[in-house]
């Protein structure tokens, strides 16, 4: 079981195009930033591999050549914005690898997104000539409605993104298996937790949250917004995404309370989640 973090960057990413700042142009191969994606990756009861990609942003295709992803048997979508979904194309080389279609799970306001933005995907049938376009089937769920896959619990939780209601995921193993950093949850581009989320953040062994830059933002939970998310919440281990160039990672992770860690693009949680010095090593 593990929970693998394909992407920790802003919708920039990490260099930023025409950016000579301190971070942009260090040699730390943890401030290099894709776009926010990750993913699950595991055995199931009867001893297949499994891989459940979270968001498929525009990196799609260089994180998963990096992290040797050769099968996706489910996809959960966050929100609709670009740096989230623009990578849905590239899924297409999962389906001839499985022969088959890949399930995407997502809210009703972004499965509409979806189908008029990938409508060569959605209504393939229309489209002028036979094309080599992705095949998914979209399911619609909503916050607080728990389903299974492949022996995960998943239960999507509501997040607000400024004044946008997207989605996060709570995952518990339920099958007995190596549940590694499980339970975990995953809330990406979070200004506020509505009150009615809260008790689904208890009992976490990890929190993947969003810790943008040190100032502000409205869209966006700040770094001590996320720490004192963290601190509320209490899992073992936190883990901050989505962060800008404003975030230079040695620098930031020595000032950082204990439990508390900058994730970066490969960094993979397994049965240890402890990382090793307050470095970030």
Known sequence: MLFEFLGTGTSAGVPSIGCGCAVCTSDDPR????????????VDAQGCDRTILIDAGPDLRQQALRAGLDRTDAILITHNHVDH???LDEVRRFNVVMERPINLYADAHTNESLR????HIFDAKSNVQTSFVA??????IEPGAVFDLYGIRIEPIRLMHGRLPILGYR???IDGGDPGPLPLAYCTDVSRIPPETWASLTGLRTLVIDGLRYRKHPTHMSVSQAVGTAERVGAEQSFLVHMSHEIGHAQTQVELPEGVWLAYDGLALGQGIGIADKSGG
């Open 135 to 140: 095949s998914l089937i979209a399911h619609t």
């Open 85 to 87: 979904v623009f990578g």
């Open 171 to 173: 995952f518990d193993r």
């Open 31 to 42: 401030d290099q930033r894709l776009r926010t994606s990750a993913c699950l990756r595991f």
């Open 116 to 119: 008029r933005v990938f409508k």
